[in-house]
């Protein structure tokens, strides 16, 4: 009797455990949220956050781009919008945006963040440091959540600060042309893994997508197609700026190229006057590279550059102009040495830095010039003696349009296949013998163009890779590992499927159920 008693004692206990345990939702834990890039340290209080239609956004002076960049976020998320209210002391309740940050390690881009229960305090010494903060807190969420219920964010406190300065993906919108929205898209993408350098390749061989509005028939007839025949297009000033400006607010330098003296094809065709032979070339839509040459020995060839950049500085807030210089294999080098060293002088001129590809390294490199390494240690290597810096795009890991496997649909294969794992296992500076820290800008994995025309297709290629790269810019070398990044890889596939990112399905990342 007394053994039955204390069974039907035991089962009432069980019973009220239960329906205890499922009316109150038991605080995730923040140390276990799948973040990327992986933070510098993360530790959880075991609380529970809200974010409800009363939740409010203090901000102080200088972030009101953030703190609106923060309640558009959650609005889509949630259907909430958060009021934003400046204010010059901390609040008792909310999301307060600050720029009191006091511990000098945090640097330009780091921040803190304390997630209490009634509080959460994003503060760093730049909007750029509060702007990461929120990418991390924007993690705790899911990318949808039902319309106006209730979000709920685990409580503990993070510091967090990049590796490199420079976290930079490339986009070739000269192969095949992408509109403002899909570049937008793009920008999307890469800010919310703390990316914050877009180097977008405007010309190539087969189009020239910038309005130069002094050489007006570059964007005319250089813009008009692509590979494969395609209508192609181009942007002109003012929605350049408008690009320019939304990756401004996301904490993203747009870097220009230019490409020169070769993979200029859609400029030959455009004007006569910069081929040697004063014959305008014919529009190109094939794949091929090396062909084309600006004419290194004619002034007028100067004066256009000197118009062009001119243009493009102006609508260029950011410090360095890319001048390409890559695979210039119909310029003999000694045409090419002296033509690089005036068109470096041209971006002087101009009031920006000069970067270009690692082949640059043959001339005489000006002060705070940077290369980037993409192919050739050798060239890198007499940049590095020339005291330049370094950007490190090696296209044996870092080519974005590179395939994963041979049954891969798009993208190329001279650099080899990379797969996820390959695509996350390096270390920067382990690709230039004697390289140092000090000398490496950061890193940048570039999308070429020649195989993909739409953002399904780019998006094949750039998830799930991209995050990686974004991991390997951020995050301290002796903090990375793949065992354990591809556990929080593997659950980011709901958020790509919340926001319709057609992504590959490597088999060596362990997706969630
Ligand atoms: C090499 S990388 C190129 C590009 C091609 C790419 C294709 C570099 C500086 N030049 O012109 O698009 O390979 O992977």
Known sequence: MKKMRSILKISLLMAIFFQFSCTTKTPADLTQTAFIPKPVSVTATGGDFEISGTTIIYIQDGLQQTGAYLSGAIEKISGFTPEIVATKEAPANGIYLSLSASSPDLGEEGYEMTIGKKLITISATSPAGCFNGIQTLLQTMPVKAPAREKLHIPTGEIRDFPEYAYRGAMLDVGR?????????????????????????GLTNDQGWRIEIKSWPKLSEIGGSTEVGGGPGGFYTQEQYSELVKYAQDRNITIIPEIDMPGHTNAALASYAELNCDGKARDLYTGIEVGFSTLCTGKEITYQFIDDVFGELAALTPGEYIHIGGDESHATPLEDYIPFVNRVQQIVLKHGKKVVGWDEIANATLVENSAVQFWDNVKNTTMALEQGAKVVISPAKKAYLDMQYDSTSTFGLHWAGYIEVDTGYNWEPLEQVPGIKKEQIVGIEAALWTETVSNMDEVEYLVFPRLPGYAEISWAAPNTRNWDEYKVRLGKQN???????????????????E
């Not at 890469?190 to 914050?196: E, G, I, T, V």
């Not at 709901?494 to 969630?512: C, N, T």
């Open 176 to 200: 095949h042309f992408f509109s403002v929205e899909e570049v937008k898209q793009f920008i999307d993408y890469m800010a919310m893994y703390k990316l914050n350098a877009l180097h977008i």
């Open 494 to 512: 709901k958020r790509f499927d919340a926001l319709e990112i057609d992504y590959f399905p490597s088999a060596r990342v362990p997706w969630e």
